[in-house]
């Protein structure tokens, strides 16, 4: 699987698409895979304020659930209701249109936690 | 610790099985994915390796007059060859397993046990025979020279048939005989399952059982025929409302309580956790198993709470749940307290998360399969 260079990654497999302070979220190619069948998804409302690494929302296959943890500090800008209406598109097409929320981000020094393409494909081979 | 494997190890790994560790055993969850298989098994049909569960046999001139002590139904009701589904409890009333009776004849019994409890229910079956006061009996557990396959669907008869001589539309629902597949492997073809879809389950010998699962699967596959991982086994059986031990059934509930009252012969004259049961029913029961079915967006899960559906009070909790891959939607199994008065169609709340969603009791099961024609 490629995992695209344009974006940032989290070890939950959380991806971020960071345009300045803009940060668009959604969860990998290998987090859907693993999940498997997804059925659910539960998304902050507008608005709302989180700190990198806390819960924003939370994902469910038809045997587990599994929560989101938000890459970025800042706080929902947008949320995709695609998503919510369709989960399946997240098994479809996690990397693009299946994108969950938009954030504005309030502490751009947290990007720095954050791993690259190379370095997101080497852990995720480690896990297997 | 070193998981256990099945004889068909090496199959779920041709076929791109997920293995998972399910209770010490590596088994396949899912090969295409969960929906994908249960709506093959309901269309079609399924094929499952369910070889983890365990098989324990009684033989002797006291076999029947033991397991009669032993579990809750009247194994004295059924004939040769006629299978039947059971509780085994304690003392207290509690079910230490729910399992499927085969009787071979009088004198000779499998019982076919859930695999988390094989060993557990060994035990029980042996320290039970030292009290028992009848001894011309032997209990083995044969556990591990059986593999025991599930082809399960509408169109599961058709699929096996093309491998044996046997006329399988002459075996009735709950009965089973023995035979030949593929002219010369020895097996047991039980017209039994736990999908609720007609179909069979096949025990042949441990080291036979690739040859039958790679027939099945050329013949079938034709027709429609999917493996299915425990992903699908679990969804499918919860559409039924079939108990599952550990959910449903554990050493602290009653087979009454557990909506079991129909595996439970009160008539026979004794059996371990009578008087118990007996006491139970006339003291009143305090919950009782029914479905619901959520109104709200939301997935109810086992150990989630279930409150009145003005949210104020807590009335019971789910035992299971999932988004059914037939029906499109949330569906759940709970135990609810007696004195709520739980009936179809009132509304309760399930608090997923720390909110309480609507839901509404419903009649199950919740799916009910299409007829099959053979």
Known sequence: MQYPKELKYTKEHEWAKINEKNVTIGITDHAQSALGDIVFVELPPMGKTFKQGETFGVVESIKAVSDLYSPVTGKVTKINETVIKEPSQLNKDPHKSAWLIEMEATDIQTFQNLLNSDDYTHYVEKLK | ?374
């Open chain 2, 1 to 374: 610790m070193q998981l256990k494997q099945t004889s068909l190890f090496e199959e779920h790994k041709k076929l791109g099985g997920r293995l998972v560790d399910f209770g010490g055993w590596e088994l396949p969850v899912q090969y295409t994915g969960v929906i994908d298989e249960h709506l093959a098994c309901r269309k079609n049909a399924g094929l499952f390796d369910v070889s983890h569960m365990g098989e324990i046999e009684i033989k002797g001139a006291d076999a029947e007059a033991f397991l009669n002590h032993l579990v809750t139904n009247n194994i004295a009701n059924i004939s040769n060859e006629q299978a039947q589904y059971t509780t085994v409890c304690n003392h207290s009333g509690g079910i230490i397993d729910d399992v499927i009776t085969y009787k071979r004849s009088k004198e000779n019994f499998l019982v076919v046990v859930n695999a988390s409890n094989t060993e557990k229910d060994f035990a029980w079956f042996k320290k039970t025979a030292q009290d028992f006061p009848y001894k011309n009996f032997t209990l083995t557990n044969e556990s591990p020279n059986y593999t025991q396959i599930a082809i399960q669907g509408p169109r599961a008869c058709e699929i096996l048939q093309k491998l044996t001589s046997v006329n399988l539309s002459g075996i009735k629902t709950y009965w089973f005989t023995t035979g030949k597949i593929l002219n010369t492997i020895s097996a047991i073809i039980a017209r039994t399952g736990y999908t609720g879809e007609d179909g069979f389950e096949v025990y042949t010998q441990w080291y036979d059982g690739p040859k039958v699962w790679q027939a099945l699967l050329e013949v079938g596959q034709p027709l429609g025929l999917k493996p299915c991982g425990l992903g699908a086994r679990d969804t499918l059986r919860l559409e039924m409302k079939y108990p599952l031990y550990g959910h449903e059934l554990n050493d602290v509930t009653n087979p009454i309580e557990a909506n079991l009252a129909w595996v439970v012969k009160l008539e026979k004259e004794s059996f371990i956790g009578k008087q118990a049961i007996l006491k139970a029913k006339q003291d009143g029961l305090t919950k009782e198993l029914i479905g619901l079915k959520l109104i709200d967006r939301g997935i109810p899960r086992q150990g989630y709470s279930v409150f009145t559906g003005d949210k104020s009070t807590k009335i019971g909790v789910i035992t299971s749940g999932t988004q059914s891959p037939s029906l499109n939607c949330a569906i759940g199994i709970a135990y609810i307290n007696k004195n709520s008065n739980p009936t179809i169609g009132s509304r309760v709340t399930v608090e997923i998360r720390g909110t309480k969603f609507l839901a509404e009791i419903v009649s199950t099961p919740f799916y009910r399969p299409k007829p099959s024609n053979s």
